[in-house]
């Protein structure tokens, strides 16, 4: 089927662009001899997951227990939860998945590494036999200055690792460092000396760990904007960027350079319902709003294939209606039924509010879908 003919508001991807995005990031971390461990919470698609695997990544990194469920499911055998827990609860959750998959998780409190020992014990204690050695992977996570989670000095990383030392069921397997906040500094330079000055901060743990006598096999962190330079600090021997399977507005607005560019691979695809000429100029209203894409990145921008600057603004979004002006209404009359793909802000929450992928590639009369991918990790409450 055409793309023409898809019903809208539709979470559409772009199989020939997301494919490269995916190659790229995949061939320029193995020049660099560095793990890619690409983040889910981007696409939340087991179908994605599976596809970075298939390129060469080590495992894939979850935002929490529960969307790493569907990933456990679809068959992925090593996932990293590159956060902390809120409870024993999930902790239990995350011992019974550690009987079928390879699981991490990082810590930042004591308390934390007792919940994770105590279900790993009991998990351990009704296993199969195959699986009672299973043991569960933890990262202390370091706060390299996004102030988020994470310790805040070497001392507070040695005195978790005497608490681990305590559960044979748990294995140190290094540092999660990772600063969310350095990734959309716009300016290639500036965000190259955050990244710097992140990873020196990073570099101060792991000799303070190794002078106590403790190695750090994995040091693990990065997203899509940091990701090139991460790979040349000398410091990570893993990175996590989500994004650039997808990309978004926010993202696509970063200075960059070189062979670290990532494409357009994502859009929503929506129709005119409703249009009004005014004196100002031509308003039409679409039907893709706040229920199908998130903004709060800011709104999504109407995608010009080519790089042209668009003669389309979106103004405003309410739950089902978005609005744009039309700038040059003579050049660009819309009439119902238009269809205006749209590129979100912020990919991450946008694939949480759908339910599949429509994916679809190019031929000689346009896009045409190819196959549905269901957003298996998307919504889930706990
Ligand atoms: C979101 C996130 C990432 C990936 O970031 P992108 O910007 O999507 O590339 C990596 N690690 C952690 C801990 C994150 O929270």
């Not at 894939?60 to 956060?83: M, T, W, Y």
């Not at 101060?204 to 790979?231: I, K, M, R, W």
């Not at 994502?266 to 031509?282: D, H, K, N, W």
Request: hydrophobic letters at 40%; proline letters at 5%.
């Amino acid at each position: 089927m055409p793309l023409s003919q898809v019903d809208t508001p539709a979470l559409i991807l772009e199989l020939d662009a997301f494919e490269r995005n995916l190659d790229r990031m995949q061939s320029l971390t193995r020049a660099a001899r560095i793990a890619l461990r690409p983040h889910a919470k981007a696409h939340k698609t087991p179908a994605i997951a599976l596809a970075q695997l298939q390129r060469g990544a080590v495992g894939i990194c979850c935002q929490k227990v529960s969307e790493a469920l569907p990933f456990v499911q679809a068959g992925v055998r090593d996932i990293h939860i590159s956060n902390e827990i809120a409870g024993p609860a999930k902790a239990r959750m995350l011992a019974a998945m550690a009987q079928h998959a390879r699981l991490s998780v990082c810590v930042d409190h004591p308390a934390q590494v007792q919940w994770l020992g105590d279900a790993m014990k009991n998990a351990r204690s009704g296993a199969k036999p195959e699986n009672a050695s299973r043991r569960l992977g933890v990262l202390i996570e370091i706060d390299i200055g996004q102030q988020r989670c994470g310790v805040d000095s070497p001392d507070g990383a040695l005195g978790l690792l005497d608490a681990l030392a305590r559960h044979p069921s748990l294995h140190f397997q290094g540092l999660q460092a990772y600063h969310g906040g350095l990734q959309h500094i716009r300016s290639r330079t500036q965000r190259r000396d955050a990244a710097q000055r992140a990873a020196a901060r990073t570099s101060t743990y792991v000799d303070a760990l190794e002078n106590a006598g403790q190695a750090c096999p994995t040091v693990t962190g990065g997203g899509t904007g940091s990701v090139e330079f991460d790979c040349e600090s000398g410091v990570y021997t893993e990175v996590q960027p989500g994004s650039y399977a997808l990309m978004d507005g926010d993202y696509g607005r970063n200075e960059t350079e070189g062979p670290w560019r990532f494409e357009q691979s994502l859009f929503i695809a929506s129709a005119v319902m409703s249009t009004r000429q005014g004196e100002a100029g031509c308003r039409v209203v679409v039907d893709a709003g706040l229920k199908s894409i998130a903004v709060d990145s800011g709104l999504p921008r109407v995608w010009q294939p080519g790089g042209e600057p668009s003669p389309f603004d979106y103004t405003a979004a309410n739950d089902e209606h978005g609005i744009v002006q039309v700038l040059d209404a003579a050049r660009w009359p819309l009439e119902l039924e238009t269809r205006l793909l749209l590129v979100p802000s912020h990919c991450d929450p946008t694939l949480n509010l759908h339910d599949q992928i429509v994916c679809v590639r190019a031929q000689e009369a346009g896009w045409h879908v190819e196959c549905l991918w269901p957003v298996s990790a998307r919504g889930l409450s706990r």
